[in-house]
T-cell receptor, first 113, second 114 residues
Framework: GDSVTQMEGPVTLSEEAFLTINCTYT??????LFWYVQYPGEGLQLLLK?????DKGSNKGFEATYRKETTSFHLEKGSVQVSDSAVYFC????????????FGTGTRLTIIP | DTEVTQTPKHLVMGMTNKKSLKCEQH?????MYWYKQKAKKPPELMFV???????INESVPSRFSPECPNSSLLNLHLHALQPEDSALYLC?????????????FGPGTRLTVL
């Protein structure tokens, strides 16, 4: 079945550091890929998405590129801020008509000033 | 309006109570979802409604009963819950039908079962 594997957390970085959160997936066909962010006490917000190979999703300084050859969708940001502290979920949606999102386990990110 | 709203924000109930969670969206989305999220875990899908019909039930116990009165509203009726049902309950909506359509999540209802 479909699955998403995220790097283990928690991740702690200093402000202005470079961020990478790894995400790899297993799915048949051509899934769509998403990064969601969850701030403390809130629901999930879509951060970015990519729908086909080599697409790059970007938002708020975050980027991720859909790499079909390595089945990866790693999240990156060049300079993190304290306000980026949250839990980040990688997710996929596979095949037309399949309404299910498959989530990774989530990576808790803490940025220290 | 790109928002999914959920009420109440917090709910405390006893194991013999009956309560309902409500979700509303005005984005014209045709698919709506209920998720359960335990602490430090990803959301787990419970139910999917597509065009107001229940399309997916992830083997959820019958003490959880979903209802979709119209395309904008989604309810989750709760009865005889157990303490282990305490969690954050998230509602989401999407255009539905196209694999790349993202899901928009509400802020959730934090449920505590005593």
């Amino acid at each position: 079945g479909d699955s998403v594997t995220q790097m283990e957390g928690p991740v702690t970085l200093s402000e202005e550091a470079f961020l990478t959160i790894n995400c790899t997936y297993t799915a048949t066909g051509y899934p769509s890929l998403f990064w969601y962010v969850q701030y403390p006490g809130e629901g999930l917000q879509l951060l970015l998405k990519a729908t086909k190979a080599d697409d790059k999703g970007s938002n708020k300084g975050f980027e991720a590129t859909y790499r079909k050859e390595t089945t990866s969708f790693h999240l990156e940001k060049g300079s993190v801020q304290v306000s980026d502290s949250a839990v980040y979920f990688c997710a996929l949606r596979a095949n037309f008509g399949n309404e299910k999102l498959t989530f990774g386990t989530g990576t808790r990110l803490t940025i220290i000033p | 309006d790109t928002e999914v709203t959920q009420t109440p924000k917090h709910l405390v109930m006893g194991m013999t109570n009956k309560k309902s969670l409500k979700c509303e969206q005005h984005m014209g989305h045709r698919a709506m979802y209920w998720y359960k999220q335990k602490a430090k875990k990803p959301p787990e899908l419970m139910f999917v409604y597509s065009y107001e019909k229940l399309s997916i039930n992830e083997s959820v116990p019958s003490r959880f009963s979903p209802e979709c009165p119209n395309s904008s509203l989604l309810n989750l009726h709760l009865h005889a819950l157990q303490p282990e049902d305490s969690a954050l309950y998230l509602c989401a909506s999407s255009q539905g039908g196209q694999r790349y359509n993202e899901q928009f999540f509400g802020p959730g209802t934090r449920l505590t079962v005593l």
